[in-house]
C-alpha cells in the first residue's frame, strides 16, 4: 500500500535526516556503524510495507528506542587516556569526602570567603565606577583641561582650572598643536520660564529653579565630547539665544521631546532661548551636568554680564566658571604641550596685569573627576580623590586576604586529620606535586562555592552600593563579561592564595613520621605560620576598628563645634539680583512676619565653598597688600542675624551703600596690627572703592572645616565684609518663634507677593552646612561597614581554631578534669594562646592607625587629638570579643564529661 | 542449577540466532521474530538483548559484508558460543524434563 501511486525519488526515500543525525550524536562511535546500517534496511523495508511517511515515523520511533545507556556508553579506546583523569576523578571524590566529613569547618570556611568576595566585589565595582568618569569620549586621554597656577607676590600657590576670557582665542591662533580648543562656561543655575511657543508670553507661570544646570557650549563642544543629540544637530548652537535640552529636561518642560524643538523658555527672566535640539540622556558617570546647554555664542553677544564676569578683551580676571579643553594630537607628549603653555602664558601675562607669576599647563580630563584642588561644573557629582578610590581597592583586598587567611588556618590546622591518607598515598608512589594538585583541588571545590555564594550576596547588596557611596545600584552597570573574567582570575587566585600554603604543608609529611605518629615536625613550622597569621588578621582588623572610632569622633566634633556664629533657625533663601530694587520692600515685609527677628542680604552665608576673593590696600593706598583676602558682601544687619561678635567698632548700617568695611581678627593679625580699635576708621583700598574701616569681628570659620588639602584654606581666612547690593545672591532670615512652620509658610507667602517672578529656593542653615560633611560621613559609614566586616572574618576564623585546639585536646582536658582541675583553670588554659595573639595584634595596630588617621586629621582645619583611650578600648573591644568566640568552644570543652572524653581509647 | 539465569526474550532471540546459523544480525532476527512469533517486536529491542546477551558471552559478533540497502554500511552478524548452545540445550533438557511429568489429561481449573 502507498500512499502515492508516483514511484518516489531515489532521495525522497532516504530517512529522516534529523533523526539520524541524532543518532549519530548520541549512539557510541563503535557501535554506529552497524545500527544505523539495521535501521536503514529496516526502513527501507518498511517504505515497501508501510509507504514512505509512516517508516519515516517508524524510524524516529526506532532511533529514540536506541536512547538507552548500553546504545550510548563509549567504548574503551583502543589507547586509552593516560591515568589522569582517573586521578582526578578520584581527588574529586576524596576531596568531597573530607569536605563533608568536616562539614562545620568547611562551612566556617564557605561563610568567611563569600562575605569576603561579596564585600571585595561591590569595593571594586565601586572602584570601576569611579575610575569610569568621561572615559567613553572618544580618545579621551587626548583631551585635557587648561588650568592655571598662579604664584603670588607672598610665594604662595593658587591654581585654578578658570582662564581669561580671550585666552581660547589666543590658543587657537598661538598654538597650532592642538587639534581643538573648547571654552566651556558652567553652571549658571539659572530659573528657567517655561514659555511655550510665545516667545512673548508674559504670563507664564511655569518655573524651575535649575541647581547646578546651565553649560554654555558651542558646536565644537560636541566635536570633543561624545553626547548624541537625539533631535536636531550640535551646529545649531552656533548662533546667540539658543538652548539644547536634554531628554528628561525636555520631557519635564514640554511633556515630550518631540514638541520642545522650536518651543522657548527664558532664562533668569532676562534672555529669552529657543530649542534647537534634544539630547540624549548623559550617563551617570560624567562630570559634565548635559541638561540645558545654551549656546556659548550667548555669552559673546551678552553686554550685561550675565553670564559670567569679564570681557573677551580683558587678560586680569578669571572665573573658575571659565574653562577651556583642548585635545592633544596622537602621541604628542604633555610635557611638551606644557611647554608650549609655558611661552605662552609668558607672551600674555609678562608685566602686562600685575607681579605675580601665571602659567597655564594641562590636567587630565579624568582629573574633572579625581582633583579636589579645582572646582568642577556640579556639585552633584562630589570629586572623589584617586587616594580614596585606591583606598577603597585596599580595603577590599584586605578583606579577600583576611578570608583566605581563615582558609590557610583551618586548612593547615586540619592537615594532621590527614597526615596517614597523605602517607598512604605516599607508600603508594605519589609525588609530591601530585598531592599538592589533590589539595588545591579540595580549595579549588570550596573557592567556586564560595564565589558563587558571594556573587549571589553581592547581587542582595547592591542596593547597599547607592547608599554608602552614592553609585547607581544599576545592576546591569556591573554584571557584565568584564565581571565573568574578574571572577575566573579570582578563582584562580584566591586557590593559590589560600590553597597552596596548606597544601604544600600536607605534601611534605614524611611517611615514615606520619606512621610512626611524629609529625610534629611539619606542624611547628604551622603553629607559628598561623600564629602570625592571626595576627595579622586581628591588626587588620584593629586598625579600621580604632579608624572608625577617631573618624566618628572627628565628625562628632565638628558638628558640635563652636564656628564663631549662631545657625539656629536661621532659615535662607535665594535672591534673583535683576530684581535687586525690590530688597527693601521685602525687608521691610519680612519684618513685619511675627517671629522674625533679623532679616539680612549677603553674598553668601558665614561659612560656604563659594569664594569672593581679592587684594586690598591698607597700609599704603596706592600699593596692594601680599595677601589676597576674602569677600563678603552683606548688609549692616548680616552680624545681628548670625551673631558674630565685634571686638572693635560697630557693623555699618543697613542701608548704608557708601564703601565701609568690616574686617575679621585674622586680617589683622595678616597685616601686623595688634590692637583692633587702631584701626577703626582708617582708610582701606578695594580695587578701585577706597573707604573706612567701620569694625573688627571676632573669627569665624569661613569655609567648611575640611578644604581639601588647598594651601589657601590654612586656617581661617583674612575677611573683608562691605555692603553692595548688586552681590546679594542670598537672604536670611533669623526665626524666633515657637511655630517654625508656619513662620516659614509667612516667609514664602511675602517673597511671593514680592518677587512673583522668581521661584522660591530655601532652607535652613544646618542643612546646606551639613551638606559639606556629607563627603566625611560616606566615609565615616564606609568605615563602619568594612570594619565590622573585617572583625567578623577574624572571629570566624578563630572561632574555627578554636574549635580544633579544643578538639584536638579532648583528652588532655579530661584528665586534667580527672586530676581535679576546675572549669575555669581550663577555660584559662585554653583561651590563654589566643589572647596573646590578640595583644600583640593591638601593639602592632595601634602605632600604624595613629600614623594612618594623623594623616587624614591633617587635612582638617580643626581637628581632634588623638588619645591614648581610643587605642585601650579599641584594644578592650578586640580582646573581649575573641574571648567572647574563644570561650564558647573552650567552655564546652571545660564542661565535658571526663568518662567520655577518656573511654574513646 | 547454577547457570545464567535467561529471559524468555533473551531466549528466543539466542534460538533465532542459533536457527539463522550465522546470518543471524539485528533487521533478519527482528523480521523473523515478528513472522514465527506473532508479536511486533522493535529493532531496539533485538538489539538490546542481543547486547546482554553478548555481555553474558553467549554470543559472539563480527562484521560482515555492506548491502545497498544499508548504504554501505556493514552487517554485524551474531552466532551462538559453545557456551550459549549448552545453554539452550540446558534449558530445553529442563522442559523437556519437565514436561515428561506433566499427565496426558491434567485436570484442568474450571469456572469461577
Known sequence: MKPNSQAPSPN????????????????????????????HEEFAYQVERVGFQRARWHYWRDVLGFMRPWAMKRGQSEYPNPTNTDMIQNYLKIAWRSLTRHRSFTSLNVLGLSVGVAAALLLFMTVRYELSFDTFHTESDRIYRVVREQILASGDKEVTPGNPLPMAAALKTDIAQFEAVVPVFGTLDPQVTVLGSDPNATKATTKFLEDDEGMLVGPEFFRLFNFPWLIGRPDALAQPNVIALSKTFAEKYFGDAQQAVGKFLRINNHTTMRVVGVLADAPPNTSFPMNLMISYATKKADKGERYGFGSFEDWGGTSSNDQIFVRLPRNFPVAAADALLKKFSLKHYDKRVDSDQKTHSLSPLADLHHDNRFDTFTNKVAVVPLQRIWNLAVVGGLLLLMACVNFVNIASALAT???????????????KSQLVAQFLTETFLMVLASLVLGVALTYVALPLLNTLFAVPADASLYFNADLGLALLGLLVL?????????????????PLDVFRKQIARGWLRGISVRQSLIVFQFATALVLIISTMINLRQMDYLSRMDTGFSKEGVFNFSLDTEYRTRNATLRNELLRVPGVAAVTFSSDMPSSDSRWQSTFAFKNLSKNEDFIASLKMADGDYFKTYGIRFVAGAPYAVGDTLPKFVVNETLLKKLGVKNPATVIGRNLRLGDVTGPIVGVV??????????????????????????????????????????????????KAVYARVFPEVAFISRFYDEALNAYYKAEQQMGLLYRVFAGLTIFIACLGLFGLAAFTAEQRTKEIGVRKVLGASVAGIITLLSKDFLKLVLVAILIASPIAWYLMNAWLQDF???????????????????????????????KAALMNPVKSLRSE | MKRTYLGEFEEIVLLLVASLDGDAYGVGITHKLNEETDRSVRLNQVHAALHRLQEKGMVASRLGDPTPERGGRRKLLFTVTAYGYRTLQEIKAVRAQLWSSVPITPKLATGL
Not at chain 1, 596517614?420 to 605516599?426: A, I, N, P, S, T
Not at chain 1, 589560600?498 to 609529611?509: D, I, K, R, T
Not at chain 1, 575640611?706 to 575677611?719: E, F, L, N, S, T
Open chain 1, 494 to 510: 584566591l586557590t593559590l592564595l589560600s590553597g597552596l600554603y596548606p597544601a604544600l604543608v600536607l605534601a611534605s609529611f614524611s
Open chain 1, 861 to 891: 582645619t580643626y581637628r581632634i587629638d588623638i588619645e591614648w583611650w581610643v587605642f585601650a578600648l579599641a584594644g578592650l573591644l578586640a580582646v573581649s570579643i575573641a574571648l567572647l568566640t574563644v570561650s564558647f568552644q573552650s567552655i
Open chain 1, 698 to 747: 571676632k573669627d569665624f570659620h569661613t569655609n567648611s572645616a575640611r578644604d581639601g588639602g588647598v594651601p589657601r584654606a590654612g586656617g581661617i581666612q583674612p575677611i573683608l565684609l562691605t555692603p553692595s547690593n548688586g552681590f546679594y545672591y542670598a537672604g536670611s532670615v533669623k526665626i524666633r518663634s515657637q511655630n517654625l512652620p508656619q513662620t516659614v509658610e509667612r516667609i
Open chain 1, 417 to 431: 586529620r590527614r597526615a596517614k591518607e597523605v602517607g598512604v598515598r605516599k607508600v603508594l608512589g605519589s609525588q
Open chain 1, 12 to 39: 525522497r526515500r532516504t530517512p529522516p535526516r534529523l533523526a539520524d543525525r541524532l543518532l549519530e550524536w548520541f549512539v557510541a562511535p563503535h557501535r554506529l556503524e552497524a545500527l544505523q546500517g539495521d535501521l
